[in-house]
C-alpha cells in the first residue's frame, strides 16, 4: 500500500467547515483513497472513499486532486461530535484487503 | 453491514498468563482482521484471520504470541501469550468481505498486563 502524510493535529470551530488534508504522492492507479475516523474508546469508522472524482456522503465530501497526489476530506458543519482521529489510507477497492493505517490528523472541534 | 462484538471489553491481567479475546460478526465475512492500538497511538495489524487455514502474521508477530482462530465465517479469537506489561494496548477486530467498499471494526479490548 501506498503511505500517506496527514497533519498531525487540527482544530476547527464548530458550525465551520473542517478541511483534512491528505498527501498521497506514490498512489498507483488502481489504488483507491479512504477515509476513516476514530473517535474516543471506540473502533474506527468508515467514512468516504474515491479513485479520482470528487465523493459526496451524508457525512463528507472527498476532493482528489487531478494527479491523485493528494486529497481534502472536507466536514461540511463540524460538530462537537465530529473530534477525532482522522485516517487517510490508500488500497486496492476490496472489501476484503487489509487496512494500513498512518498516524493520522487529530481534530478538535472547537465551542 | 456488519456489527462486531468483542469479548471481553477490557481485563485486567498477571505477566505471565494468557488472555483469549473473541470477536464476533453478526453476518458472514470473508476477511478477519486483529490489529493492535498501543496508547496514544495509531493501529497497527496483527493478522489476517483466515476461515479454514492458519492465519497470516505481518513483519514482527508471531503465532506463538498471538495464536488466533477462525473456526468459521463469524467466529475469531485473538490469544495474547505470556502477556507481559509491554502487552498493554487495545486489541481490536475487524471484518470484510468481497463486495464491500469498507471494513467494519469491533469496540477493541482494552488489556492492562500489571
Known amino acids: 500500500d501506498a503511505k500517506t502524510t496527514q497533519p498531525p493535529s487540527m482544530d476547527c470551530a464548530e458550525g465551520r467547515a473542517a478541511n483534512l488534508p491528505c498527501n498521497h504522492s506514490?498512489?498507483?492507479?488502481?489504488?483507491?483513497v479512504y477515509w476513516y475516523r476514530q473517535i474516543h474508546s471506540q473502533g474506527p469508522q468508515y467514512i468516504i472513499h474515491g479513485l479520482k472524482n470528487n465523493e459526496t456522503n451524508e457525512m463528507a465530501s472527498l476532493i482528489i486532486t487531478e494527479d491523485r497526489k493528494s486529497s481534502t476530506l472536507i466536514l461540511p458543519h463540524a460538530t462537537l461530535r465530529d473530534t477525532a482521529v482522522y485516517y487517510c489510507i490508500v488500497r486496492l477497492n476490496f472489501g476484503n484487503e487489509k487496512l494500513t493505517f498512518g498516524t493520522g490528523t487529530r481534530l478538535t472541534i472547537i465551542p | 453491514s456488519a456489527v462486531i462484538s468483542q469479548k471481553p471489553s477490557r481485563d485486567i491481567c498477571q505477566r505471565g498468563t494468557s488472555l483469549t479475546i473473541q470477536c464476533q460478526v453478526d453476518s458472514q465475512v470473508t476477511m478477519m482482521f486483529w490489529y493492535r492500538q498501543q496508547p496514544g497511538q495509531s493501529l497497527t495489524l496483527i493478522a489476517t484471520a483466515n476461515q479454514g487455514s492458519e492465519a497470516t502474521y505481518e513483519s514482527g508477530f508471531v503465532i506463538d504470541k498471538f495464536p488466533i482462530s477462525r473456526p468459521n465465517l463469524t467466529f475469531s479469537t485473538l490469544t495474547v501469550s505470556n502477556m507481559s506489561p509491554e502487552d498493554s494496548s487495545i486489541y481490536l477486530c475487524?471484518?470484510?468481505?468481497?463486495?464491500?467498499?469498507?471494513?467494519?471494526f469491533g469496540p477493541g479490548t482494552r488489556l492492562t498486563v500489571l
Open positions: 475487524s471484518a470484510g468481505r468481497t463486495g464491500w467498499n469498507e471494513q467494519f
Open positions: 506514490t498512489i498507483s492507479g488502481n489504488e483507491y
